[in-house]
């Protein structure tokens, strides 16, 4: 369990549900600028195996907030960043550009089951964690009426697989499998495993 005690880290995230997951488990944090992940090129490389892709952006979210530690001459903490894709098949559903792309995206997942991965890193002075969530979630049959209705209310906009498990999509899913914070953005376990390794000295608290 996290304790009290813990000192606060910086997390390099613009997802307000990722702030209110850490809130939930009582981790400090301060968010670093705008929240904005700069220089992140979150495009997926030909033949990129999901997992991998998650890790690689979650790591280099990480790493970025990190520089903006060092550039703002902050005082020193570990960053926290997460990255979340949605996989229909072997094809990675990221955030949907526009509201045509989201509903292609609600229509592959209509009717199956497919995988989310969030992947969390912790980076510090010259060394990074990480930490991989899988869940598996179903979906019931969508009609067109329905996506069109769903992708009124905004809320599939910028979200992984253009929509949000905590909000009207609850009643497209007929089950999970896994964490459902992890498909919210960030899994709480696996999280709170990676700042306990930190108390507990698993990451150097030194600056670099």
């Not at 904005?36 to 979150?42: A, C, P, Q, S």
């Not at 020193?76 to 094809?91: K, N, Q, S, W």
């Given at each position: 369990m ?5 000192r ?8 307000p549900?990722r ?11 301060t968010l ?19 997992a991998?892709?998650v ?5 280099a ?7 903006q ?6 005082a020193?903490?570990?960053?926290l960043?997460?990255?979340t ?6 094809r990675i ?6 509201r045509?792309?989201?509903?292609r995206?609600l229509?592959?997942l209509?009717g199956?089951?497919h995988?989310v991965?969030?992947?969390?890193a ?16 179903t979906?019931?049959d969508?009609?067109?009426g329905?996506?069109r209705?769903?992708?009124?209310t905004g809320e599939a906009?910028?979200?992984a697989?253009?929509y949000?498990i905590?909000?009207?999509?609850a ?5 999970l499998?896994?964490s459902?914070?992890g498909?919210m953005g ?5 999280t ?13 608290r030194?600056?670099?």
């Amino acid at each position: 369990m996290i304790s009290a005690e813990a000192r606060p880290i910086y997390l390099a995230s613009r997802s307000p549900r990722r702030r209110t997951l850490l809130e939930q488990i009582g981790i400090r944090y301060t968010l670093l600028g705008d929240g904005k992940e700069d220089g992140v090129d979150e495009s997926v490389h030909a033949d990129e195996a999901p997992a991998v892709y998650v890790e690689r952006i979650a790591r280099a979210k990480a790493d970025a907030g990190w520089a903006q530690v060092h550039a703002g001459k902050l005082a020193p903490a570990p960053v926290l960043a997460a990255d979340t894709a949605v996989i229909a098949g072997h094809r990675i559903l990221g955030r949907p550009a526009e509201r045509a792309e989201a509903a292609r995206m609600l229509g592959l997942l209509s009717g199956t089951t497919h995988e989310v991965l969030t992947g969390v890193a912790l980076r510090s002075a010259g060394q990074s964690m990480f930490a991989l969530s899988r869940s598996r979630v179903t979906f019931r049959d969508l009609d067109e009426g329905e996506i069109r209705a769903y992708l009124a209310t905004g809320e599939a906009d910028d979200k992984a697989g253009a929509y949000a498990i905590q909000g009207r999509a609850a009643q497209f899913v007929i089950s999970l499998e896994g964490s459902y914070s992890g498909v919210m953005g960030l899994p709480l376990y696996e999280t709170a495993q990676l700042i306990e390794r930190i108390e507990h000295g698993g990451i150097d608290r030194a600056d670099a």
